[in-house]
C-alpha cells in the first residue's frame, strides 16, 4: 500500500469520492472550497492510500498548537471505501499518521468521532487511543 498527500484534481476527486462514503451531504463544491481554507490557514492535507493503485482510503490532517496538547497532529477525516474496510487500511494509515507525527516534531496525534460511531470508537480503541474527552457543539 502506498500513502502519499493528494497532488492534482484527479487526487481531490478521489479523496472527494471516498470522502462522501461518511459525509453523504458533502458537494464538490464545498468540498473544494474548504479544502483550499483549510490547506490556506493551517496548511490541512489530505493524504491517499492506494492499493495496486486504486485510491481505498483518505485522511484529512493537520498539525495544531493549544495550550492543553502544544504542537500535535489532529486527524479530520479517517475513511476507507466500504469495499476496503476491515482489510487494515485503517490502521495503515493511521501508523502513517504517527510516522508524520514524529517527522514534524508533534508532541502528539489527536482526532473526534461522533458519539454514534460506535465502530469508529471500537476501532480506535483496538488501534491503541484512548478516550480522553468529549466535544460539544453549539449551532449558530
Known sequence: MVIRETQSESDLRSAFSILKELRKDLNWDDFLSLYDKAKDADGYGLWL????????????????????????????????????????????????????????NCNLLRLSTGTENEGGKKFYAREGWTLRSVTFKKKL
Open 49 to 104: 492510500a492506494f492499493e495496486t493503485e486504486k485510491p481505498v482510503g483518505v485522511m484529512g490532517m493537520r498539525i495544531l498548537y493549544d495550550y492543553v496538547h502544544g504542537k500535535h497532529l489532529y486527524i479530520d477525516d479517517l475513511v476507507t471505501t466500504e469495499a476496503a474496510r476491515s482489510k487494515g487500511i485503517g490502521s495503515k494509515m493511521l501508523k502513517f499518521a504517527e510516522g508524520y507525527c514524529a517527522e514534524t
